[in-house]
C-alpha cells in the first residue's frame, strides 16, 4: 500500500517563509514526477510545481522566483521551499506522486491529505 504524505504548513507573515515536506512510503517500485498543487477556498486546484526523477522542475507563474522544489530519489522526497509570501498564497497544499507500485503495475497519481498554509499579518 501507498501513502503520500505532507507536514510543514502553518502559519506565516507575509514577506515570510515556509518549507513543506512531502513522502512517499509504502510498496513503491518507481517514482516519475511528484510535486505540489494548492486549493484556496472558493477556488479550482491549482498547479505550484512539479519535479522529475531527473530534478527537472516547473512552476506555476504566480510563484516562480519565490518557490524552489527539492527531491530526494533514495528517500522518496520532495521539499517545497517558499520565500517572500504573499496572503494569497494561502491555501491547502497538496502533493502528489506519480508511480507505480510494482514492476508490473501500471502508473497512477497518489495523493497526500493536504496541508494549510496561512498567510496574514
Known amino acids: 500500500q501507498v501513502q503520500v504524505a505532507e507536514s510543514g504548513g502553518g502559519l506565516v507573515q507575509p514577506g515570510g517563509s515556509l518549507t513543506l515536506s512531502c513522502a512517499a512510503s509504502g510498496s513503491i517500485f518507481s517514482i516519475h514526477d511528484m510535486g505540489w498543487y494548492r486549493q484556496a477556498p472558493g477556488k479550482q486546484r491549482e498547479l505550484v510545481a512539479i519535479i522529475t526523477s531527473t530534478h527537472m522542475t516547473n512552476y506555476a507563474d504566480a510563484v516562480k522566483g519565490r518557490f524552489a522544489s527539492i527531491r530526494d530519489n533514495d528517500k522518496n522526497t520532495v521539499l517545497l521551499q517558499m520565500y517572500a509570501l504573499k496572503p494569497e498564497d494561502t491555501a491547502v497544499y497538496y502533493c502528489?506522486?506519480?508511480?507505480?507500485?510494482?514492476?508490473?503495475?501500471?502508473?497512477?497519481?497518489?495523493w497526500g491529505q493536504g496541508t494549510q498554509v496561512t498567510v496574514s499579518s
Open positions: 502528489y506522486a506519480h508511480l507505480s507500485p510494482g514492476r508490473l503495475e501500471p502508473f497512477r497519481t497518489y
